[in-house]
């Protein structure tokens, strides 16, 4: 009895997860619309390798959205397998550099989530790199599919080149293809994605590549992205 109903109660506590985690992309989602109105409709500015420097670049995604979902703790996926903490948060996206001394930065802070910084930070080929000056940031009207846009979703966290399809518990986006298997997602088989219009949804993986490879959900041009599924 005991092996009959362990798969069962392992199947719930996961489906309790990941409506969890989708509530939480939701939210975030949000927090990323009233960003935009409050900054003549433009996204947020993503961290890029190349603008160490610049001190309004030295803010990572979720600080910036933070005063807007009023919590850090959204950025935590219940089923992450790889809980990224303070200090050592591995490349969500190009996301490399965090300044841990703002306001209210928690110590144990975790992030769960990438943001597709190809999407927001217009490319600049003269220094071969990304803008980092808001008033240069993508507004929302240059998007013409925004609900067919993925911006922020469960990623592994590590840097990933050519905006390419990552599996988000295990590997990045180039790993081996015997790794790009559905028990290497996060949510039985799939990722829950946030997309620009600010809708939140799961996504079978299979899903995820396909849309992906057929040119269905829009990925821009630019810099670098991230893990997506």
């Not at 409709?41 to 603008?51: D, F, G, K, L």
């Not at 925004?146 to 911006?151: K, N, R």
């Amino acid at each position: 009895m005991a092996a009959i109903l362990f798969p069962v109660f392992a199947k719930a506590r996961e489906k309790a997860r990941a409506t969890s985690c989708l509530s939480n992309l939701k939210q975030i989602g949000l927090g990323l619309e009233m960003y935009c109105q409050d900054f003549d409709e433009r996204y947020v500015m993503a961290q890029t390798w190349c603008h160490r420097r610049d001190p309004a670049a030295n803010a990572q995604y979720w600080q910036k959205l933070q005063p807007y979902v009023k919590n850090y703790g959204l950025f935590a996926c219940p089923s992450s397998s790889d809980q990224c903490r303070n200090g050592s948060i591995p490349h969500f996206g190009v996301n490399d550099i965090l300044n841990a001394n703002l306001p209210g930065m928690p110590r144990d802070l975790q992030v769960s989530y990438g943001y597709s910084e190809n999407l927001q930070n217009p490319y600049n080929r003269n220094p071969g790199c990304c803008e980092t000056t808001l008033t240069k940031m993508n507004k929302v009207a240059a998007r013409t599919q925004p609900s067919a846009t993925p911006v922020i979703a469960d990623s592994k966290g590590l840097m990933n080149s050519g905006g390419r399809v990552g599996w988000a518990n295990v590997c990045a986006a180039n790993c081996n293809p015997d790794r790009q298997i559905d028990d290497n997602t996060r949510h039985s088989g799939g990722s829950n994605v946030t997309f620009m219009d600010g809708h939140a949804k799961f996504h079978a993986a299979g899903q995820c590549k396909s849309n992906w490879d057929t040119g269905t959900w829009r990925a821009g041009c630019g810099c670098w992205g991230n893990g997506k599924a």
